[in-house]
Every structure is written in structure tokens, then in C-alpha cells.
């Protein structure tokens, strides 16, 4: 094949596609070769019929001059909790390997097909989405494409999502965000991460952890391929989102929380990016955000909101399946039994108040910046071998990225250099609830500034 997938973006592919020098079937059948090749733990499964039929279709379309978009040919992948006609939906648990098969695609899948893009199959995931690590214990566990020595974790729960991005197999892949599973893992895997205000999206036919708090979003190579997905994800025929700069615009970093037991690596990476966003025109403002202690004290009073809705949601499942679930997820869900109902409307009525007030706090005119992790991807082994160290572990990775979905914001995360054995780190741009628009403008302005020279 004379021009290699691997490390493109959607936007560069797609000008071949559409100027002819590649076509969709050859493109596609890099994919599946290149899949082959791949860490096993990546794909739970894939659709190489439908895949190639939609190839087909997409090749015929720009043969003829009538392309559906700037997306037609490009090929995806898809967390393991979207419907997809065909095929069950498992959700990274060995409980539901034979559930019924989808009648039909979850709307957002059906949305991207719309817009021609190219099914390539189910990408593995913490078992129902339930870690910020990415460890699965019925499907594997997928390994890092940027670690260069001992193992580590790509991040949860979108993990195989952002490993077949960071792998070069595909160059969009489409996670969900409960409390940071598309953020985490593109910070960990060193590729762009957005995650969408709640509802932007239309949430049927995706099997769900927290109703409250789901999210969704693309892992790409770029905003620019995000700004993409995002409107066809909308079915929009062309983004919304306008180019600007960030001269005058007004970036807060967060003095509270966020860089408690940061790696140094981090915090230097971290440091280094805000200079140069600084350097372009950004006005830098720190200060303390006591909304970010309450939401833990909160949880900490009551117990945590995703927590209590995922045994709600699992409750039956736990007193048949449990033992054929991953342990350390039936644990966690268990957890949910000790919230009383009292303990939850007090969560639902806190949460309502403080939304509002991290609104008002940002305003329409900043956003919110800081590491999207404190920590850089940890190894694997000692996760395995270390029940306590894995829970430890988890609650530090999700801490920077559960806050803003507590606080119902939108976010982006994006590479801004590197850490402890040159592994990614993540800066992470947020907004209030609705402001996606303003946060992807400022992301794409942000995003050269941030590449390494």
C-alpha cells in the first residue's frame, strides 16, 4: 500500500481518499491487516463484513464525485458499549459475551455511518465501565503503544478506544466519559481526548454505567478530526466551530486538589505547555476552587454518585453473576449497597447547586486548565499483583477528571509533553455544561502550540 495509515489523521486521509490517490477498500484492508498484526486485546470483536461492504459503498460514492462528507471512507472503531445491528453488546464483561444481538445501531453509530464513515469493530474496555485504569481480566488487557519498556496501561475505561488510535490502526475511535474514559486514556496515550457536555449526544443504545454522569466522545490524532466526528455525531454536515486564537483569553488553573501527588514529570510538562500558551496571548490565572474540595467532602459524606447508580443498575446482576465478574469491579459496584436513598437525593440536590456555581465561577469567557492526570500511565504487573495498589491507583487517576463530571462540564484533553520514561502527558482544557463550541475553538488554537518542536 503506498501510503501507510499509521500515525495519520482523519483529516489527512481523507484528503487522499477524496483527491484519488487512496481508495476506501485498499484503506480498509490496511486496517484489517494492521488489526491482525495488533495487540489481541484491542478489539473485542470484529465486523470485517460490514465493514467492507460500507468501504464499497464509500468507494463507489467518491468514484462517482458524490461523497457524503469529508468522513466518507474513514474508517472507526467503537467502545464495546454501543449497539451495533448484529453484533451483542457486551460491554467488556464475559456475563453479557451471549446477550441477544443489537436489532439495530445505537443513533450516534448510526449518525457516523451516515456520514460514511467505515465500521471496523468493538474496542475492549474496562468491564462496564467501571475503572480508570483500562484492566480486563475476560479479554485482556491492552498495552500501551507509547510505553517502550515494562508494560503499562493504556487507561479506562475507553482503554482498547485510545490503543487503536495510539497504535496507528485506526484513526478515530469513539470511548465514553463517566468520570474521565476518554480524557485518561488520550492523556495517557498521547492523543487528543474530547469529552462532551452530557446530552450532546443521543444516549440510546449505549449501554450505560451512570446516567447522571454519562458522557461520550472521539479519541483522535487531532481537534481538528474531533471538530469532525463532533458534528457528525450531531448529524451535521459541517462543524459549527469557528478558528480563533487565545490572545485574551483567560486560562484558570486550579491551585486546589488537582496537583496533589503529581509527578514532578507531569507538573514540569505541564508548566511547560501553559508558558507556551502564555507566550501566544493567554491570560494565566491561579487561584483556589473550593468547589473541587466539596465535590470530594461530598462524596466522601455520602458516597459517590456513579457508585450508587451503578448498583442500581447491576443490583440483580450481582446477586447471579458476581462471580463471573471481574472481581474488583463486582466490589466496587457492591459499594453502591451502602448508599441510602437519603444519601443520594442529597447528591442529585448538592450536585444541581454546585453545577451552577462552577458555571458561574468560569463564566462565558474562561476555561479551566491543568493536567488531565497527576501521574503519567502505570505499569501493568504491579496493578495485576496488588489489589490495594490498584484501587489506590484508580482513585488517583480519575481525581482531576471526575471533578468537572461532577460539575457537568465539557472537556478536552491534549498531548502537551512527556514524563517519567518519556510517556504522555495530558493537558486539559474544560468548560461549563453546553460550551463545547468555545472549549473546541480554543482547543484547536491550543493544539499546535502544544506539539513538541
Partial sequence: MPHSITGRSAASLSVLLQSGPLDPVTLLEAVLEAVEGADPAIFTALCPERARREADAARRR??????????????????????????????????????????????????LCAAGMVAVGRTNMSEFAFSGLGLNPHYGTPENPRA???????????????????????PVAIGSDTGGSVRIPAAFC??????????????????????SLDTLGPLTRSVQDAIWVDAAMRGMTAPAVERTTLSGKTLVVPTSVIFDEAEAGVVSAFESGLARLAAAGARIERRTFPLFDEVLALGARHGALVTAEAYALHRARLETDAAAMDPRVANRVALGSRIAMADYVALLAARRRMVAAFAEEIGPDSLLVHPTVAHVAPKIAPLLADDALFVATNIRTLRNTMLTNFLDGCG???????????????????????????LLSAALAAEPLLMEL
Fill in 190 to 211: 498521547g492523543l487528543v481526548g474530547y469529552k462532551a457536555s452530557r446530552c450532546r449526544y443521543p444516549m440510546e443504545g449505549v449501554f450505560p454505567l451512570s446516567t
Fill in 148 to 170: 517502550t519498556g515494562e508494560a503499562r496501561v493504556t487507561g479506562g475505561s475507553s482503554s482498547g478506544a485510545a490503543a487503536a488510535v495510539a497504535a496507528g490502526l485506526v
Fill in 62 to 111: 467518491l468514484a462517482e464525485g458524490r461523497a457524503l462528507g469529508l468522513l466518507d471512507g474513514i474508517p472507526l472503531a467503537w467502545k464495546d458499549l454501543f449497539d451495533m445491528a448484529g453484533m451483542a453488546t457486551a460491554a467488556g464483561s464475559a456475563v453479557l459475551r451471549s446477550a441477544p444481538v443489537a436489532t439495530a445501531d445505537a443513533p450516534v453509530v448510526a449518525a
Fill in 412 to 438: 478536552v484533553s491534549l498531548p502537551c509533553g512527556a514524563g517519567e520514561e518519556g510517556m504522555p502527558v495530558g493537558l486539559l482544557l474544560s468548560a461549563p455544561h453546553g460550551q463545547d463550541d468555545r
